[in-house]
């Protein structure tokens, strides 16, 4: 399709275990983009958005789920549908932004980067929420 | 001693990731310049192997497709002959599919094909072994698809004319005015001719075809027809907006050109050819 490209892949990076060892995580990311890559024909530039997109995630929770994050017992599907919304969003957001600036690598095509982003990005976030709704287990 | 092991272990993580990072963006870099030999391609036997698994199931689906357009081939290469028949005894016949040079046909199956990206890359599943090398020029009956890029024994891997760099000469059907042929990474069946001369007698739904200037390409081949064009900034050039015959998305089997004067043709000009 032309702009509309959704990269669920990035469910990976969203769910990956939140107390888990932040190097293996960024191997792990990284290991995943290049995979992608191989077959895309791409280069290195899922690999590194995704590596990006690891790296800022701790960030990410603390800023979108505050306190709970510390207690590091956080559960995806037990959040609050505002707080997980904002961090897939952001999440997306950064990973889409830097696959396309890789992926067009001049700066004059900014607004054609922007607008990829844009709508990949909607895309994306709908179909991650979905399935994050759909796959996850229910407590009681 | 101890507080450089300190602060590389209070660290580690923002270093492995610059680590990785910067390994990334230099496999990017790596693929943004032309015939450098990288294992990240998907025409290695790996991803090869899987990607003609899977296009072999999905083949079933496009069966009566690929029939039907098989057909129509061979009907207008029946009525060629035809007319072939009735023209031999006219004097200065000539005619655009009456190709110049010595060249050979091979033909293969895209088993892997992209279109959404901004440098598009298309595997097939004939490589070294079946005789393909890098430079040859690939076609289907309605028009031009790319150029071979990499080989290896089984795959090989063709530069799209959907890629940011690709350049193809080409020209006007009814004249011999020409220009090269580029996309801008919108549409992925419009691409764009530049550098056409303002004097060129350029209308709307006129065809455009292959260049005499290519090595890889023998002319006359169909590429699209003029969707709509405008001047550049110098109102020196024309860049025109050209609506492909082929349907990018979806391609199936394909034609491998190989020119085999090419080699002769080099030695003579001892140059190295700027079209691509």
Redesign the interface.
């Given at each position: 399709m032309g702009y509309i490209n959704p990269y669920l892949y990035i469910l990976f990076v969203l769910l990956y275990p939140f107390n888990s060892n932040q190097s293996l995580f960024l191997i792990f990311s990284f290991l995943l983009g290049l995979g992608i890559d191989i077959f895309e024909d791409s280069g290195g530039i899922n690999a590194a958005a995704c590596v990006v997109a690891a790296f800022v995630r701790p960030n990410l929770l603390r800023f979108s789920f505050g306190i709970s994050y510390d207690h590091q017992n956080l559960r995806l599907g037990s959040t609050p549908f505002g707080a997980r919304l904002t961090y897939i969003l952001l999440i997306v957001g950064i990973h889409h932004f830097v696959l396309f600036s890789l992926e067009m690598f001049s700066l004059n095509h900014i607004l054609l980067i922007l607008k990829k982003t844009l709508y990949s990005g909607i895309f994306t976030v709908i179909l991650s929420t979905l399935s994050l709704s759909i796959f996850s287990k229910k407590y009681r | 001693m101890q507080q450089i092991f300190n602060f590389l272990i209070r660290n580690?993580?923002k270093i492995?990731?610059l680590f990785?990072?910067g390994?990334?963006?230099?496999?990017?870099?790596?693929?943004?310049s032309f015939h450098k030999s990288s294992f990240?391609?998907?025409a290695?036997s790996f991803?090869g192997g899987?990607?003609s698994w899977t296009s072999d199931i999905e083949n079933y689906f496009h069966l009566e497709e690929y029939n039907e357009r098989l057909l129509e081939e061979n009907k207008q290469l029946r009525n060629i002959l035809t007319n072939l028949n009735d023209t031999i005894s006219v004097e200065n016949y000539t005619d655009s599919s009456n190709f110049e040079g010595v060249y050979y046909f091979r033909a293969a199956r895209v088993i892997?094909n992209?279109f959404?990206?901004?440098?598009n890359?298309l595997?097939i599943n004939q490589g070294e072994d079946a005789g393909i090398k890098p430079e040859f020029g690939v076609v289907t009956s309605k028009g031009v698809i790319g150029i071979v890029d990499r080989v290896n024994s089984r795959f090989s891997?063709v530069i799209s004319i959907l890629h940011s760099e690709a350049r193809i000469n080409a020209q006007l059907s009814k004249s011999n005015h020409f220009g090269s042929l580029t996309w801008n990474?919108?549409?992925?069946n419009i691409v764009q001719l530049i550098d056409v001369p303002r004097q060129a007698p350029v209308n709307r739904g006129d065809t455009i075809v292959t260049g005499g200037k290519s090595l890889i390409f023998p002319e006359g081949l169909p590429i699209g027809s003029i969707e709509d064009y405008t001047m550049d900034e110098s109102q020196s050039y024309y860049t025109i907006n050209v609506r492909l015959f082929n349907d990018m998305t979806n391609i199936g089997f394909i034609y491998i050109i190989e020119n085999l004067d090419r080699d002769n043709i080099l030695s003579l000009e001892d140059v190295e050819d700027d079209e691509q």
């Open positions: - | 580690k993580n492995l990731f990785l990072l390994l990334s963006v230099f496999f990017t870099i790596q693929t943004h990240i391609s998907s290695n991803t899987i990607y892997n992209n959404s990206k901004a440098d890359y595997t891997r990474g919108k549409d992925p």
